[in-house]
């Protein structure tokens, strides 16, 4: 089938685009790169033109609540308008396990980013409101939030990471789940997708650091109760796909050659 993916240029929608075709698909690309800005409706519907399903994985370049918010909501009004017009049947957008708790709670959740949390499950709203047959696929954290969460709180050779509880995932399992979803194989207007185990972020960064041989001494920080509670945990009917961290880290960073 023909699969429209918007954000194909990035990290998720370049995964996505390579299964997608590897099983035989046919896929149509938007992304600013390509030509196609979502914030701008016109236009939009010829590019989805022939498309069955669209895969919404575009990210904001803001990632505070306000631009977020704003960002992922018009993006997800415009590609709905437009799919519907280009005869779309089926729309899937990526988001991320805890949101709609994170949006429904008083306290803050203490993930670092709850604003942009909020923002996803406002990002998901609009996608049900605006796209022909809305389906929501949420994540947990990809196994490459290990190594940027050492930037987030770095100072010179120590850093804080939070002591987030996580079952994170390889990008390239999940979007074999996206795919799925895409297609009709996965039913199911909301789908988690996770990692086989449950981690701890502070952990898995002090991990990636020493395999990636760097110096930084990551300290843990503390988090909010409801990510102390499994706020970002997938529920009992989550899709659970590998490799665990530990499987990822040995296959994708190089031990560094020790000096003689
Ligand atoms: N990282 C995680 O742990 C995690 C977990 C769950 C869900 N997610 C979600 O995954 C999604 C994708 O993340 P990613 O890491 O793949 O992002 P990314 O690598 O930064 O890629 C973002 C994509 O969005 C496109 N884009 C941005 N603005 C656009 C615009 N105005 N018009 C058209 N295309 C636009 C970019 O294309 P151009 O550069 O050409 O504009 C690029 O293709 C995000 O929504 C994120 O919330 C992430």
């Known amino acids: 089938m023909r699969i429209a993916i918007a954000g194909v240029s990035g990290l998720v929608g370049s ?3 390579r299964a997608a075709q590897a099983a035989g698909h046919d896929v149509v690309g938007l992304s600013k790169e390509s030509g196609t800005d979502v914030l701008q409706p016109t236009g939009l519907a010829d590019a989805l033109t022939g498309a069955e399903a669209l895969v919404d994985v575009v990210q904001s370049p803001s990632l505070d609540e306000d631009g977020a918010t704003a960002f992922f909501t018009a993006a997800a ?3 709905g308008t437009a799919a519907h017009e280009a005869g779309v049947r089926r729309t899937v957008v990526l988001s991320i396990i805890g949101v709609d708790k994170i949006a429904a709670s008083e306290t803050e959740a203490g993930t670092g980013f709850d604003g942009y949390y909020r923002a996803k499950y406002a990002q998901e709203l609009a996608c049900v409101a605006h796209a022909p047959g809305p389906h929501v696929v949420r994540s947990a954290q990809f196994h490459d939030i290990a190594r940027q ?3 987030w709180g770095r100072d010179g050779d120590r850093t804080t990471v939070p002591d987030l509880v ?12 996206l795919l799925a979803v895409a297609t009709g194989e996965i039913e199911g207007d909301l789908v988690e997708v996770a990692g086989p185990q449950q981690e701890n972020l502070a952990l898995l ?9 760097d110096p930084v ?19 009992e009917d989550g899709h659970l796909v590998g490799p665990s961290f530990d499987q990822w880290l040995d296959a994708t960073v190089t ?3 020790r000096r003689p």
């Not at 996580?166 to 789940?177: C, I, K, L, S």
């Not at 001494?217 to 529920?235: I, N, S």
């Open 15 to 17: 995964a996505l685009a």
């Open 77 to 79: 009004a415009n590609l």
């Open 149 to 151: 969460a050492i930037g």
């Open 166 to 177: 996580t079952q994170p995932v390889a990008v390239d399992a999940m979007v074999e789940v």
């Open 205 to 213: 960064s002090a991990a990636y650091a020493e395999r990636a041989g």
């Open 217 to 235: 001494q990551v300290d843990g920080a503390p988090v909010g109760e409801l990510v102390r509670d499994g706020v970002l945990l997938p529920g």
């Open 255 to 257: 031990v560094p050659a």
